[in-house]
């Protein structure tokens, strides 16, 4: 990693410019949010119904919920590109869509104009002289390990490097709330997780309120205070996320925590009729490392037959599963997960 260009950034202080300007007039500190009642329909189809929920000060909050239960739509309200038909989204009693400047979206795609260079695409949209923009994104480069690469074009970099360069672009304007709209789902395992320490020491040290929407459970484990799980429109759960940073996943108390939203996540696929079966286990058998479940079913012409769970040992044994439990099996592309039924 390069250190940002000293000199440069020693004339921006000096000349008392934009750089001052953003660092005090504008606080580092999160934004509180609260939304009360929000509506979001299309059409016929109610997308966001009722929902309710607060966020403090700084907080990490992370998103989840099966396809299409309206993550995105949720973020883009927060972003202020799309508006509520109903309830209020505010911080500390002003309307979020009047603070519009404080908030910054991050998407799945880097969205970098190809024929501008990284530390372009970073300053674009500042005001000021040349020198002190440039001087900006070079510091926000440098926060994202990329100052080296302030003038290579985006085609050289790789994707998780274009991803810090969109983090570099959002964070030169020093949002109080941060939106992540999926911003690692086309990244390869290791540079996920790489990127999810990046994130949690910036937010760190910048302190401002983040939102990250996610379909792994795993990386919202890892980054949030909360996770919230919407369903049906509405806040199905709040879970705190009460384990000390950095998180390791090899930790027993990351793993216990995973397993339980994923197991609510399960229950909500569960809810749809058509690729679930309710029936009880026939059979256990455990292996060193991995288990069989077998459930006797009945399909809905009243055939009996037998599904089969493979899972981890371990898993099994929180679940507490025995011979003659209830469960439902759920069918997930080519698996088949067990949940209880409700
Ligand atoms: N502009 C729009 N016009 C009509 N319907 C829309 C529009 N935007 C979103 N929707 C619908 O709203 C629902 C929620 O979409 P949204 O993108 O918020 O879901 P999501 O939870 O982010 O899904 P995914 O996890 O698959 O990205 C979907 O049924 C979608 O088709």
Same mark, same amino acid.
């Given at each position: 990693?390069t250190?940002?260009n ?11 410019? !934009?750089?001052?300007?953003?660092s ?6 999160? !934004?509180?949010?609260?939304l ?5 329909r299309f ?34 309200? &927060? ?12 911080s500390d009693?002003?309307?979020l ?6 908030v ?22 500042l ?6 923009v440039?001087a ?36 030169v304007?020093?949002p109080? !709330? ?8 086309a !990244? ?8 999810h320490?990046? %994130?949690?020491? %910036? ?11 996610t ?6 484990? $890892?980054?949030?205070?909360? %996770?919230?799980l919407?369903?049906?429109?509405? %806040? ?5 996320v009460d &384990? ?6 090899g ?8 397993g339980?939203? &994923? ?9 749809n009729p ?10 256990i ?21 037998t599904?089969?769970?493979t ?9 507490a ?9 759920v ?5 088949v $997960? ?5």
């Amino acid at each position: 990693m390069t250190a940002p260009n000293q000199e440069e950034l020693a004339r921006v202080a000096e000349s008392a410019t !934009l750089s001052t300007a953003l660092s005090t007039t504008r606080p580092a500190s999160g !934004l509180a949010l609260q939304l009360d009642a929000v509506q979001r329909r299309f059409g016929e189809r109610v997308v966001l119904d009722d929902l309710s929920i607060s966020f403090a000060a700084g907080e990490f909050v992370t998103v989840v919920g099966k396809s299409g239960c309206g993550k995105s739509t949720l973020l883009r309200l &927060l972003a202020g590109l799309d508006a509520a038909d109903g309830g209020r989204i505010e911080s500390d009693g002003r309307a979020l869509a009047s603070l519009k400047e404080d908030v910054r979206i991050m998407y799945q795609d880097a969205r970098l104009l190809p024929w501008q260079s990284v530390a372009d695409n970073v300053a674009l949209g500042l005001p000021g002289r040349r020198a002190t923009v440039r001087a900006l994104a070079l510091e926000a480069l440098a926060q994202v390990g990329l100052a080296d690469r302030a003038d290579e074009w985006p085609s050289q970099l790789s994707g998780g490097q274009r991803q810090r360069v969109a983090l570099a672009r959002a964070l030169v304007h020093r949002p109080r !709330l941060l939106l992540l709209d999926e911003p690692l789902g086309a !990244l390869d395992a290791l540079t996920r997780i790489e990127m999810h320490r990046l %994130i949690e020491q %910036i937010w760190r040290e910048h302190r401002f309120t983040a939102v990250l929407v996610t379909h792994d459970v795993s990386e919202a484990v $890892a980054l949030a205070d909360r %996770i919230v799980l919407i369903e049906d429109g509405r %806040i199905a759960l709040d879970q705190a996320v009460d &384990l000390a940073r950095p998180r390791s996943r090899g930790d027993a108390a990351f793993a216990a925590l995973e397993g339980r939203v &994923l197991d609510r996540l399960l229950a909500v696929q569960a809810l749809n009729p058509r690729n679930q079966i309710r029936g009880r286990v026939s059979a256990i058998r455990v292996g060193d490392v991995l288990a069989e479940v077998e459930v006797a079913v009945t399909d809905v012409f009243g055939n009996p037959g037998t599904v089969v769970s493979t899972l981890t040992a371990r898993n099994l044994q929180e679940h507490a599963l025995e011979v003659g439990a209830e469960v439902l099996a759920v069918f997930k592309s080519n698996e088949v $997960a067990l949940a209880t039924p409700r």
